[in-house]
């Protein structure tokens, strides 16, 4: 090799692989550098010169005051434009919303034109539109940032292509890649740096400024577009003091580029000068054009120069374009751009004489790259040993990044033999130090330098790292402080005053700095201050020597390490404790590790209350002034009584628009400050020498060990300790477990909600509502009530059997609240209140809520799809970062809990991404039973549509492969795979597109394939895709801006394409997340940021837009308003097979409520619907298909005030104080276009379907009908709506069904009912409350203005529905209604019908036997009927050859249950068969209070099933598919059918066909018969065959036997679907207690025989002769059923109780109850039981136990009545009535006395007689009992309302 090979060959330092950015460090030459080439020096033009001289002596010097760096360059991008085109994006929004601000004012431009700002849906769109500007001779600019300014490449392409001058501003920001970030680096510029633009990079605030104006004059100077940037947060939001440039000093600059102005102007496109732009070009002249451009290039630095002289000459200050400090000589060199320039300046500053060696280049022009102006920057080449290149951005699959490779390239080229060493450093604002520096100079120095380099982390993996320590490097005098604060505290705008009052107050410079945590709400501020008599250079978080340090939150100091918050100060500053305690309190409050740090560093110590300095002062919550002032007397920064005098002026300039009592308010509070503060005295040796250990004292306390991730990952980022973490604890693609808030904590309320138990309704509204998912409702059973804390107070659950066996607690997460009391607000009857945090914890409320947690969910037992049960389904988001009162998550809650176990999501960046996806922070959880949870996604702002679309796209084709998969295994492997195995994935095949269905296959499916995959090839490519089996419920989440703005395309796509997106937009009506800057779905007169004069438009309707299609589901909901409708609209839009929008209503803390800010958001939803601004309504494409009217307005009343609604809102009122006329007119148009839209859609509502809905077939005389609901759980609406089909099956006419609201107008409703009959069915919520729609009703028929027989004339009917578990409250709602109709003067036709919630049937129960006196009230005609078949009410599909696996059908809400006990009680040759029924409830969610009863669901037994099938010529082991068709089918039904089942078993356990018969079966059957049959049939049916009838009826037939006898009717199997009843339930009391006799369950069964009238025939009931016949082991359906007993809280009250036959089922339980009570030391009271029953030998159940309890203490005394024993019979039956007779003492001494309870238990037909026997026994018993019958009667009913009498009677 040759010595000049040898000497240009490069040496590898510290090579690193290309994937980890690594670079080569180059050593050229060893020959020394050539002579470097120094660039021509540049003058100005002397005339030019002159005149900017001259404008500087006329104008003077700018002032010096606090700016930052956004705000100082939107100036001058306003002063030197004509039009700006702007979009929000963080961290440039300010640049806009300052430019905004200043057009709204009025603010002139230099041009003396208010400067015109126009947002754009987009940044693309905002580039797209300055390009146009510019095309025509315009003057634009444009600020962006990050993804926004990789959107506006391709115009940058061709602006600088077509060489337009501009400028455009760019706060330089990390662009999104592994995860969103929005804190700054410089990735976004390097991303642009090859578009043709320049790139002119500041290094601070002042030169933020100055560079600004800069580049506009050499944009226009060059015509090469600029790219004005400066580092994101660390200079756009920093504040400095700086030098301003006055207006005139721009008015100069115009003047000046006058020449060049107009030339630009003439290059526009003009028809006066007309030529084309923006042409095609071949191949053959594309190259020479690009070419021709180079000449412009090359004289950009020299205008750029030109610039910085004119700017010289203007202010005084030099700059060059790349701009040397250091060493003269110096050897070792930092190369560096941006912020972290002025920190490596300011510790070369430092170093002083020592600094000889080394220097920092800064680099201002980019781009072009000036080899020259660079190379003569720098000190003697031939003495540099080594550049470290420090780059602010990452070029991962690079040898290098651009900038290494730039100065890489520059060094070769001038032979010069330095290192250059590769770094990276302060990606996403990561903090840049003096530490930093120092490590990076002694790499430099090292005789192996690390190549490439990190610094500010630890590499543990590819060993890049620097080690560095902290540094105290500022000028001397400066004072540093840190001020810890909260988010809403005021102590950030506070800070920002204080560094307003010192910088125009002094001439000391100023320097503020605002670090945030990852939260909306509750997140910590740390302010970082320095002021001093030097300029500050150092852009970088206080680390060390911090003078003064205040903690303004009590909690940080447990919260956060000691070392965290005490580490920056010096020994011996001052810090200051915002809190109440005294001193002897700090030694017990503070911890040792922050006392110990206190005492090493001899801190001076003091403290203050400001809170309650606040509140004695009056200002509340806001200790931000008081704050302040303290500051003031103990920094030092100026004296005293200056600094205060100037803080009062501040405080009264402040507020002085607010009245002058608040002012003074202030003032005191300033004053009073001063007077509390307090010097804490303390041992600094004791403090210092304490023994502590840092890491295990602020260890989290936790009830479990949670895994590794969250002690070693996310405590550290929860505690502002995310610094710490290693690359090694990082995931490379940025996917992190979900439930990271779970662990937090946070504890940032300072008051939270705690409920009443008495007062609560169980209604959920609370749950469903919080933002945060802190508040929930839990069930628990009395077993494990029994281990909760004793402050877990609850009430029995009500609602229903589904309810049975739980108790009801709302119970809220001290540590986890927010204090937002949106809960207490929306809670209907007041309920719940806050209380101070630090009592609820004292109160037990923490352990109530860490219990709570480990109760099993429950929330398979109720429908999630409704309000009330969607809050028992664990919530998938909770504790979010959202700002408190938050609107947008309540939405994205309920949709986890409807969906969350197969949820995806595509969350578009946003605010819902931020509060759903910061690491560290993510509020999406697992399934804690399954480990199921939400996939949630983040791509971009403006592509989540296609996002979403695309993961859509994919797992559809994904399934379609597994659908592929699986036939083939089907088809190939099915003799090797298992039965059942064989059955799951026929079945999956068939129901693979039901979400739930496909859940639960998967569920079952899972187990199997992974056992059976060695059977053959094709179950194992059927396992590899198991992960598709269950079909997900896949969802887009994001705000107004995106889908009205930046993502409509999208959107449109999306729904246009037809698949099946569902898209929840959560509208706040602003930008949120960036700050609140319009949008398209700003309403009109609103004031937003972008639109401060007032947005002048309508706000765009995204639902009307959507609907056009006819094919999108398009719902708009307001969840406070209408929590039903919200639940129906979700429900809805994911059972739609189609696209589905949903227009959600989220108050925004950008609303800028009044008074209650977003605490009232829910009632604000509420009013926001009352008075039209936002309407309710469902568009539902399916409705069409059946011939319906799609559109259903929902908000069909229109009652509230929309000026008083708007005025409680400072968006819309600021206008009315700014421009009053303006605001008067806008919100005038706006309350005209809401009045016009809600008129549109009550005509779209009212437009007939093709087929009508009500009025089709009305034939019959009847008068007409009105149907009016009030339904706040939609089962009132369903019946109502099956009332009118049943109606119309008999030809009455409906004219209407609707709800109450809709007639709340008093001639509404009299015009509805003048020619019709008003049936009115009505729910009752809750403790006798109205449901949502019918709430205006009832204000309105109550009212006391209306007037007596207003409604005279009117007639109605009622029917109630209810829970008669809430007994003073029962059906109330429709009572009141039904009372009030009548005092109006309307008149009832019949009696109220009530459906009761507890009946075996539920509601069905009490409709069925309503329905027949409706008919004969309103003389209705019988069902229209031709006797053909009707339609049946099933389709089924028969699968010939498919595997029999069925599972068994289990009824919705029971539980299977195995039998462990069927032991017959009585002599095998005894008539009764009485039986010891006993089933285990071991692994079974099975719990039941005390004097419950359970429903057992019996099955026909196999030889009579056999029977039927051979008759009715069955094949029972064929497998079909039961698909429901009509609306009318139960529940039951449709859960049977969710499977695959045989015939067998339809007819085992599904249809009564051996149950009592009714006549309407006769009917149904003699469809199906032959004439003969057919007639006689029909004429059972009627009057005249009633005589047949009872005949039949003696014969006790079964639905079977009616068949057999007439065999010619053989009803399809389908028919026998629709026409035979389910199998019901026999319903048995409870014979044991669930604490005595754990993990079973007890009954007294006896055996239901009895003769036949007719025949003499032995008759055995279904359930009795099934459970006669089952054995043991077999499973059963179970469900618990609400027992009636009322039981006395205290147990020494005695019961004195009635036990007839098995009647004594429950009292044995009460028995048992009473002996496990006594067993754990609880005192009993006194036990009688009246036992009767037919005879003693036989029938005394259980006389063992009686002896036992008896022997035992329980059992006062037990007195037997036994009907036929000698020697009473014959001729005597005794009945227990007669002994109560005889011992009236037992009753009249516990029941009068004592204030005992009374129970009875047994046949209906005993209870008078029971009750006779009662009031003897009180009658005359001493001188408090009732002297007389009457008076016993008397007392009887006060007894029983007392609740002291139950019965149980059958």
Aim: overall charge neutral.
């Amino acid at each position: 090799m040759s010595a000049d090979a040898a000497s240009t060959k490069a040496a590898v330092v510290g090579l690193a692989g290309a994937a980890v950015g690594a670079a080569v460090a180059l050593a050229i030459n060893k020959n020394g550098p050539v002579k470097v080439e120094k660039p021509a020096k540049v003058e100005l033009d002397p005339k030019i010169a002159a005149k900017l001289e001259a404008a500087r002596k006329e104008i003077g010097d700018g002032k010096w005051g606090p700016d930052d760096g956004a705000t100082a360059a939107a100036w001058v991008a306003y002063q030197m434009s004509d039009n700006a085109f702007i979009f929000p994006i963080t961290p440039s929004t300010l640049l806009s919303e300052m430019c905004d601000t200043w057009s709204a004012g009025g603010v002139q431009n230099a041009f003396e034109q208010v400067t015109k700002i126009t947002q754009l849906q987009s940044e693309a769109g905002a580039a797209g539109s300055m390009h146009g500007a510019l095309a025509v001779g315009g003057l634009a600019t444009t600020f962006t940032a990050s993804q926004g300014l990789l959107l506006m490449i391709p115009n940058m392409y061709k602006i600088a292509g077509e060489l337009i001058p501009c400028v455009m501003h760019i706060a330089a920001r990390a662009v999104a890649g592994q995860a969103l970030s929005i804190f700054g680096d410089q990735n976004d510029i390097q991303a642009v740096r090859s578009t043709g633009f320049a790139i002119l990079f500041g290094t601070n605030v002042q030169e933020a400024l100055d560079f600004a104006l800069v580049s506009h004059i050499a944009t226009l100077r060059s015509r090469v577009p600029f790219v004005h940037t400066f580092d994101g947060f660390r200079t756009s939001h920093e504040i400095q003091k700086i030098q301003a440039l006055p207006k005139e000093v721009f008015q100069t600059v115009v003047e000046l580029l006058a020449p060049e102005i107009d030339a630009h102007r003439a290059r526009g496109l003009n028809p006066n000068h007309p030529h084309a732009r923006g042409t095609a070009q071949c191949d053959d002249i594309y190259f020479q054009a690009v070419e021709a451009a180079n000449k412009y290039y090359l004289e950009v630095p020299r205008y750029v120069e030109e610039a910085f002289l004119w700017l010289e000459k203007l202010t005084g200050r030099k700059y060059g374009l790349y701009e040397y400090a250091g060493g003269k000589n110096a050897k070792y060199i930092i190369v560096i751009m941006g912020s972290g320039a002025g920190v490596v300046e300011e510790y070369i500053e430092k170093l002083g004489a020592k600094a000889s060696d080394v220097g920092v280049l800064k680099i201002r022009l980019y781009r072009p790259w000036s080899e020259k102006h660079f190379l003569a920057a720098l000190p003697p080449l031939a003495g540099i040993k080594a550049v470290a290149v420090c780059n602010k951005m990452k070029d991962p699959a690079a040898h290098g990044e651009p900038l290494f490779l730039d100065v890489a390239a520059t060094f070769q080229g001038a032979k010069c033999q330095a290192k250059i060493i590769n770094g990276r450093y302060g990606l996403s604002s990561k903090d840049f130090t003096p530490g930093m520096v120092e490590a990076i100079f002694k790499n430099l120095k090292s005789s192996k330098p690390q190549h490439p380099f990190t610094v500010g982390l630890e590499d543990d993996v590819t060993h890049l790292s620097l080690p560095y320590g902290n540094l105290n490097t500022v000028p001397y005098g400066t004072k540093q402080c840190i001020f810890w604060g909260f988010g809403s505290d005021g102590t950030v705008g506070a800070n920002k005053n204080t560094i307003k009052i010192i910088a125009q107050n002094t001439p000391l410079y100023a320097q503020g700095y605002f670090k945030y945590d990852a939260l909306k709400s509750g997140g910590v501020t740390i302010s970082h201050l320095r002021f001093g008599p030097e300029p500050i250079k150092g852009s970088y978080l206080i680390d060390s020597g911090c003078d003064y340090l205040a903690i303004h939150k009590k909690e940080y100091i447990a919260s956060f390490f000691a070392d965290l918050l005490l580490g920056p100060l010096a020994d011996g500053g001052t810090l200051v404790l915002n809190c109440p305690w005294t001193d002897a309190d700090l030694e017990r409050e503070l911890p040792p590790p922050f006392r110990k740090l206190i005492g090493q560093k001899k801190l001076k110590v003091c403290a203050i209350d400001a809170s309650a300095v606040a509140k004695r002062t009056g200002m509340g919550k806001l200790i931000n002034n008081i704050m302040t002032a303290v500051f003031f007397e103990l920094s030092g920064v100026l004296p005293t009584e200056q600094a205060l005098a100037l803080l009062k002026d501040a405080v009264k300039k402040t507020y002085k628009n607010k009245g002058e009592a608040i002012v003074n308010q202030n003032i005191t509070a300033v004053e009073a400050a001063i007077a509390a503060l307090r010097s804490v005295k303390y041992s600094a040796d004791e403090w210092a020498n304490l023994s502590c250990d840092m890491e295990s004292f602020y260890a989290k306390p936790r009830s479990e060990q949670p895994e590794k991730y969250v002690t070693e990952i996310l405590d550290k980022v929860q505690t502002m300790r995310g610094h710490e973490l290693k690359v090694s604890q990082m995931e490379a693609d940025g996917c992190v477990p979900l439930a990271q808030t779970r662990y937090a904590k946070r504890g940032v309320a300072e008051t939270i909600p705690i409920v009443d138990v008495d007062k609560c309704i169980q209604c959920n509204v609370c749950s469903a509502i919080c933002p945060h998912a802190v508040i929930r409702p839990f069930l628990l059973s009395a077993g494990e009530l029994l281990k909760a804390p004793d402050s877990f107070v609850t009430r029995k659950a009500t609602g229903g059997n589904a309810y049975a066996g739980l108790h009801y607690r709302i119970q809220a997460s001290p540590n986890d609240c927010t204090g937002c009391e949106v809960c207490t607000n929306a809670c209907p009857v007041g309920a719940l209140s806050m209380k101070s945090r630090v009592e609820t914890l004292q109160d037990g409320h923490g352990s109530n809520w860490d219990y709570a947690l480990t109760v099993p969910s429950r929330g398979n037992r109720f429908d999630a799809n409704t309000l009330k049960g969607s809050q028992f389904q664990d919530p998938l988001l909770e504790f979010s970062g959202a700002c408190e009162g938050c609107g947008e998550t309540p939405y994205a809650k309920l949709v986890t809990q409807m969906f969350g176990k197969r949820l995806i999501v595509a969350n578009a960046t946003g605010c819902s991404s931020i509060w759903g996806g910061t690491a560290g922070w993510v509020p999406y959880a697992k399934d804690k039973a399954t480990g199921k949870g939400t996939a949630w996604g983040n791509s971009l702002f403006e592509d989540n549509a296609e996002y979403g679309l695309g993961q859509l796209m994919c797992v559809r084709q994904r399934r379609k492969q597994l659908r592929d998969r699986v036939e083939a295994c089907l088809a190939r492997a099915s003799k090797a795979m298992s039965i059942a195995l064989r059955s799951l994935l026929e079945q999956w095949l068939e129901f693979s597109e039901d979400g739930i269905i496909s859940e639960r296959l998967s569920d079952e499916l899972g187990p199997l394939l992974e056992a059976e995959k060695g059977k053959a090839k094709e179950i194992g490519e059927v396992l590899r895709l198991k992960d598709m089996l269950t079909k997900p419920s896949m969802w887009m989440f994001g705000g107004d801006g995106w889908a009205n703005d930046i993502g409509y395309g999208g959107i449109d796509h999306a729904i246009a394409s037809g698949n099946p997106v569902k898209i929840v937009i959560m509208d706040t009506e602003v930008y949120s997340n960036t700050g609140g800057q319009s949008s398209k779905a700003t309403p009109m007169g609103a004031v937003a940021k972008f639109a401060q004069a007032g947005r002048d438009q309508k706000k765009k309707d995204l639902g009307a837009m959507a609907m056009a299609y006819q094919h999108v589901y398009v719902a708009s909901v307001a969840i406070g308003a209408n929590y039903k409708q919200t639940c129906e609209a979700f429900a809805e839009a994911e059972k739609y097979d189609g696209p589905a929008i949903l227009l959600c209503y989220a108050p925004c803390i950008e609303h800028r409520f009044f008074k209650t800010g977003l605490s009232a958001m829910s009632l604000d939803q509420k009013d926001a619907v009352e008075c039209g601004y936002w309407p309710l309504y469902r568009f539902n494409p399916a409705l069409q298909k059946e011939g319906k009217n799609p559109f259903l307005l929902d908000s069909k009343k229109v009652t509230g005030d929309v000026m008083k609604f708007l005025s409680r809102q400072n968006r819309y009122a600021q206008l009315v104080r700014s421009s009053p006329m303006v605001a008067e007119k806008l919100q005038s148009k706006l309350s005209e276009h809401l009045k016009e839209r809600h008129q549109s859609l009550r005509n779209k509502a009212e437009e007939p379907g093709k087929v009508s809905q009500t009025e089709s077939g009305a034939t019959s005389n009847c008068e007409p009908l009105i149907i009016a609901f009030g339904s706040d759980t939609g089962v009132t609406e369903q019946v109502a709506k099956k009332f009118a089909g049943l109606c119309a099956e008999r030809g009455i006419k409906v004219m209407r069904v609707c709800d109450l609201d809709e007639l709340s107008e008093m001639e509404d409703l009299k015009a509805a009912t003048a020619k019709a009959l008003c049936v009115v069915m009505c729910a009752t919520c809750g403790k006798g409350d109205f449901p949502q729609n019918a709430g205006l009703f009832w204000s309105a028929l109550s009212a006391g203005s209306v007037p007596p027989k207003e409604l005279q004339g009117m007639r109605f009917c009622t029917f109630a529905m209810g829970d008669r578990s809430y007994a003073d409250s029962f059906c109330e709602a429709a009572k009141r209604i039904e009372a009030r109709l009548i005092e109006l003067g309307a008149q009832t036709v019949l009696e109220m019908g009530i459906g009761d919630d507890r009946d075996e049937d539920k509601w069905e129960t009490g409709f069925s036997a309503w329905l027949p006196k409706f008919w004969a009230a309103i003389k209705a005609p019988e069902p229209q009927d031709d006797g053909t078949p009707k339609p049946a009410l099933f389709e089924l599909k028969y699968h010939e050859g498919a595997a029999v696996a069925p599972s068994q059908i289990v009824p919705p809400g029971t539980q299977l249950l195995t039998i462990t006990e069927n032991v017959r009680m009585t002599p095998s040759e005894y008539e009764r068969d009485i039986r010891h029924f006993s089933l285990s409830t071991e692994g079974c969610d099975f719990p039941f209070d005390l004097g419950d009863a359970v429903a057992i669901y019996p099955e026909n037994l196999p030889e009579d099933v056999d029977e039927a099938l051979k008759f009715l010529e069955l094949e029972g082991d064929r497998v079909l598919t039961v698909l429901c068709t009509s609306d009318n089918v139960s529940e039951r039904h449709r859960r049977a059918f969710e499977q695959r089942v045989t015939v067998r078993q339809i007819l085992t356990t599904v249809l009564d066909i051996f149950g009592r018969p009714s006549k309407s079966f006769c009917t149904d059957l003699a469809r199906f018969a032959s004439p003969a049959d057919a007639k006689a049939l029909k004429r059972l049916s009627t009057a005249a065959g009633a005589e047949e009838w009872v005949a039949l009826v003696d014969t006790c037939p079964s639905f079977f036997d009616i068949m057999k006898k007439f065999p010619s009717a053989k009803l399809p199997l389908e028919q026998l679907l629709s026409v035979l009843p389910l199998i019901k339930p026999r319903i048995y009391s409870i014979a044991s207690d669930d604490k005595y006799a754990p993990g079973k369950v007890e009954f007294t069964v006896v055996i239901n025989q009895w003769k036949a009238k007719a025949t003499g025939e032995l008759k055995t009931g279904t359930c009795t002769k099934f459970i006669q016949r089952a054995a043991v082991g077999t499973k059963i359906p179970c469900s618990v059923i609400c027992g009636t007993f009322q039981f006395p809280e205290d147990d020494t009250t005695p019961m004195v109780m009635v036990g007839l036959g098995t009647g004594i089922a429950p009292i044995r339980s009460f028995m048992q109850d009473k002996l496990f009570k006594k067993q754990q030391g609880i005192k009993t009271g006194p036990m009688v039981v009246f036992y009767g029953c037919r005879r003693e030998k036989e029938e005394l159940l259980y006389k063992e136990e009686w002896e036992m309890y008896k022997r035992e203490g329980v059992l006062t005394e037990l007195v037997g009545a036994f009907q036929f024993d000698k020697p009473h019979y014959p001729p005597k039956q005794i009945f227990v009535s007669d002994r109560m007779a005889e011992k009236p003492q037992l009753i009249s001494e516990n029941l009068l006395a004592k204030g005992g309870y009374f129970f009875m238990c047994g046949p209906a037909v005993a209870t008078p007689s029971v009750q006779k026997a009662l009031k003897a026994a009180v009658l005359r018993a001493g001188k408090d009992a009732p002297q007389t019958e009457a008076a016993a009667d008397k007392w009887f009913q006060d007894f029983m309302h007392a609740g002291r009498y139950s019965e149980e009677s059958y």
